[in-house]
């Protein structure tokens, strides 16, 4: 063997197994050169091996990293932390996490750490921390327990992700998606006039059956988005009408078993229309079923109760009202109070009572009306698109 300066020799004992390592360092001193061994318990080596390793190894990391004792005391902190929060790592060690993000959730069970402490379970939440310097840092947080010899929880570790290139891609996608969602409004409104072009007897009629629905889905505590589904599916819920001839359409007198039979198909036209389209709301089943009755009377599927959406059902009651109270090329306009008759005498048997109850109120109580904006304004509290 040949023996040379910084030579590592691992030993073995007779059954082959490492038990600890010789280390071979050459020193010359005039013309006589010596050799100094060191040896070492392999067990001691290596954890001298990982002691000056580790620091190294996370600062290598591209994430932030604090390490805790279970009393959240700052044990270790990496420079990627520093660099984040602008924190040399000297002031961090033996601080508590909450003198570096104090925050109204610490001494709280909501703390992040206590909520693990109390459950033992990884955490993953998005933060806008306030560092104790007063920068403002936007992270990913992984929150995770260590055990300790004994199996207990023997501190924590947290991993700081820069959320800040996150957010400016989540921004860029919720404007594409404001974006997108203008275009479909104008689509639906290009569809929507297209429909009322053809059919000049009801112009205006979807739009105001539009404003009903909005008003009784907000009461009926619809979210914001869904709202949006059910305004653009009754925009153009008679989308189907053009299909059916203008003759029969606009007829001013009484129609035919085989006029009507064509009318009644509009529902499945417009659904035939849509239903490949992705939009993020039922809007092709919406207005398949809009003409179907809670008993199994409507049409064309004659579907009951639970089978019917709930977007339909408002729509059926808003679009029966508006019918009744505006005028039609084969009967003059009867009025709101016809409107209101019609639904309440069948209520809970082809219309939906909550929504029958909600639709009354508006209109009897609260002086909706179709074609008056400022009561929009001044009454519903509903984000606008």
Known sequence: M???NGLTIYCEDYKFKPYGIIRIRRESKGRKVRTVTTTSNLQSAQTQLSHQDWQRIFDALPDGLIITDRHFTILFVNQAFSTLSAIDASRLIGKKCRDVFPSALCFTPDCPLSRLRSTGEKLVFEDEANCKNGKQA???VTTTAYPDADGAIGGYVERFTDASAFRRVKQALNRSHDRLRRNMGAVIQAMSTTIEKRDPYTAGHQR???KLCRAIATRLNFSWERIQGLRM???IHDLGKINIPSAILNKPGP???HELAIIQ????TAYEILKDIQFPWPIAETIYQHHER????GYPRHLKGDQILMEARILAVADVVESIASFRPYRPQLGLEAALAEIQTHNGMLYDAA???VCTALISQQGFDFETKSWQRHTSSEREP
Do not use: F, K, Q
């Open 2 to 4: 040949n023996i040379y």
């Open 138 to 140: 936007p992270w990913i």
């Open 208 to 210: 105001r059956v539009t």
């Open 233 to 235: 599916a009754a925009a």
């Open 255 to 257: 129609i035919s078993e």
């Open 265 to 268: 198909m509009h529902p499945r």
């Open 294 to 297: 809670l008993d199994g009377s």
């Open 355 to 357: 929504v029958v109850e």
